[in-house]
């Protein structure tokens, strides 16, 4: 089992910044790939960001390259998202989650979840 607890949210202006952090416990952290996924109100939720065991591979959805980074720090086990240049579009849910098998940017690929943090850009 993992546990995941994310934290960071709020609310900000557009062209602002925010950094969400998601803290595991249970399994070792080290063990898993992480992602980070969004739902917008009465949308899905969707794909944000995943990184790699070490950290050496990220990957991006469209919307957010060049605009989030994605990292660990594995002696933390810690997740982060750093979001700059928010767009009213970015607000949403903000989940991570620990990745079991199956394609990186479907949430059926990943076995565990936080509870989520709210962000909301205001325009």
């Known amino acids: 089992q993992v546990q995941l607890v994310e934290s960071g949210g709020g609310l900000v202006q557009t062209g602002g910044s925010l950094r969400l952090s998601c803290t595991t416990s249970?399994?070792?952290?080290?063990?898993?790939?992480m992602g980070w996924f969004r739902q917008a109100p009465g949308k899905e939720r969707e794909f944000v960001a995943v990184i790699a065991w070490t950290g050496a591979s990220t990957y991006y959805a469209d919307s957010v390259r060049g605009r989030f980074t994605i990292s660990r720090d594995n002696a933390k086990n810690t997740v982060y998202l750093q979001m700059n240049s928010l767009k009213p579009d970015d607000t949403a849910i903000y989940y991570c989650a620990a990745k079991g098998s199956g394609a990186y940017y479907s949430e059926d690929a990943y076995d565990y979840w936080g509870q989520g943090t709210q962000v909301t850009v205001s325009s």
């Open positions: 249970g399994r070792t952290f080290s063990d898993y790939v």
